[in-house]
């Protein structure tokens, strides 16, 4: 980490219709520590049509943004910001279940890159633990890289695809690679920041009546993971569902990984149990040790696919998984919000294919013989 | 104005300076936002007041008032709407 002292603190945005709100995120965000202030709160808006006029004058390093907003809503702020002025933006929401809930999955998908609960009575930490946790979130959010609006970028495919490639590990092309892979019974996907969106664009090219199940990890803060489900399931063909111990991954159904615990394949037959994770492990539910499982218990009978986020997570279990006779695809960097965890990948040579978004259910379904 | 801070919310850490400040700037949001509670002429904007209230009261240590104004943003135009403004109206009485 940078020392704070040593260099210019942060420059933050902090958006919400409450006074209360924006007095109380200031004291929390510019809290100092010894070696100084590491952000400071360049600018406050009410709405969110001062958010988006209020980032383009200043240019701050993220934003802090409520979506529940008078005047314009935080998902249509949101969605302006990503397109004229790209800046991480960090939901900070006041319910992590029901309606709430799924508002913020929507201002993922319209380009947040995190969500934080506001503090309220399931809250009993101190206001220096709730402060080191909006830092920690703002410190990973300011050093993103946002250049475009994900939903803008959707409709530039033809951009996406005229950027070069960075090489493929394999050269085989993947259409060749059909025949071997009548046996996959499982697509196993893992995402982080952007992935909210990103998954929906893979998972709604996916038909009802798919005959491989699939298995979604996706790093996101403690409680919005059935939202993220119940979301889903509403755009997509399969069916969604939350997974856990002692069930088994259905053909035809999307299940995703809990919060709090590590969803690992125990077997062919699909079997899966939670496990908690080990101490110091930094995301939960991991990729890595889901795909390990995968790659144990399946071996060339799935393909792993990792999309768009911050980080590692996922790399070494996607080489396990190729080392171990799977299809393994990457998000190219051109269409991912942060290629981090697919650059990882790649460099680890665990990817067959590096893909732009759209292209990669259209390669599944060649896989499995849906093409 | 208040009363004291409940111990395990996270206003019971807040430096005393701050959460002064805090409370100066509920009781201002109370003001405001009272008379559309009391009215409820439009229930979109009354819904939304509920709702910021709940995330402030807890935030300045009021959970009372806090569950009080969540169960009337999702219960409007019922809940305990006449029991929240009361609390209100004695906050910043």
């Known amino acids: 980490m940078t020392s704070a002292a040593s260099s210019t603190p942060v420059p933050i945005i902090v958006v919400d219709d409450s006074p209360v709100q924006r007095r109380f995120l200031r004291a929390a965000i510019e809290a100092g520590t010894e070696a100084g202030t590491e952000f400071t709160v360049v600018g406050e808006a009410r709405n969110g049509k001062e958010a988006v006029a209020l980032v383009a004058r200043l240019r701050p390093a993220a934003i802090l943004m409520d979506l529940d907003l008078p005047v314009m809503s935080g998902i249509e702020a949101i969605e302006l910001i990503m397109a004229v002025s790209p800046t991480p933006i960090l939901v900070y929401s006041a319910h992590v279940g029901g309606q709430e809930s799924t508002r913020a999955l929507e201002a993922l998908a319209a380009g947040a890159v995190d969500v934080l609960a506001k503090p309220g009575p399931h809250d009993t930490g101190s206001l220096d633990q709730y402060a080191d946790e909006i830092r920690k979130k703002l410190r990973v959010a300011s050093r993103i890289r946002v250049i475009t609006h994900p939903r803008g970028k959707l409709r530039t495919r033809e951009a996406a695809h005229a950027t070069p490639r960075l090489g493929l590990t394999r050269t085989t092309p993947i259409t060749d690679e059909v025949a071997a892979r009548v046996g996959v019974k499982l697509i196993a996907v893992g995402a982080s920041t952007g992935g909210p969106q990103a998954l929906h664009t893979l998972l709604r090219a996916l038909p009802s009546d798919l005959e491989q199940a699939v298995l979604v990890v996706q790093h996101m803060a403690e409680g919005f993971i059935a939202g993220l489900a119940s979301w889903l399931d509403q755009l997509v063909p399969m069916p969604v569902v939350v997974g856990g111990s002692g069930c088994r991954l259905q053909p035809g159904t999307i299940t995703i990984a809990p919060s709090g615990h590590n969803l690992l394949v125990q077997d062919d037959r699909l079997r899966v149990s939670c496990v908690d994770p080990q101490p110091g492990q930094f995301h939960v539910p991991g990729i890595d040790q889901c795909f390990t499982s995968v790659a144990d218990s399946l071996g060339p009978d799935a393909v792993g696919i990792l999309l768009t986020g911050m980080g590692r997570d996922g790399a070494q279990g996607l080489k396990a998984m190729r080392a171990r006779g799977a299809t393994t695809l990457g998000q190219d960097e051109a269409t991912s919000t942060v290629y981090g965890m697919p650059q990882a990948a790649f460099a680890l040579d665990a990817v067959d294919r590096q893909l732009a978004l759209d292209d990669i259910a259209p390669a599944v379904l060649g896989l499995v013989g849906r093409s | ?93």
Do not use: N
């Open chain 2, 1 to 93: 104005m208040g009363g004291e801070v409940v111990a395990g919310t996270v206003a019971a850490a807040v430096p005393p300076a701050v959460l002064a400040d805090l409370r100066v700037a509920f009781a201002h949001e109370i003001s405001s936002r009272l008379p559309h509670l009391r009215q409820v002429a439009d229930l979109e904007m009354a819904r939304r007041d509920a709702h910021t209230l709940a995330s402030s009261a807890w935030v300045v240590g009021e959970p009372e008032i806090a569950r009080l104004a969540r169960e009337v943003e999702s219960a409007l135009p019922g809940g305990p709407l006449a029991e929240l403004v009361d609390k209100l109206s004695r906050y910043v009485a």
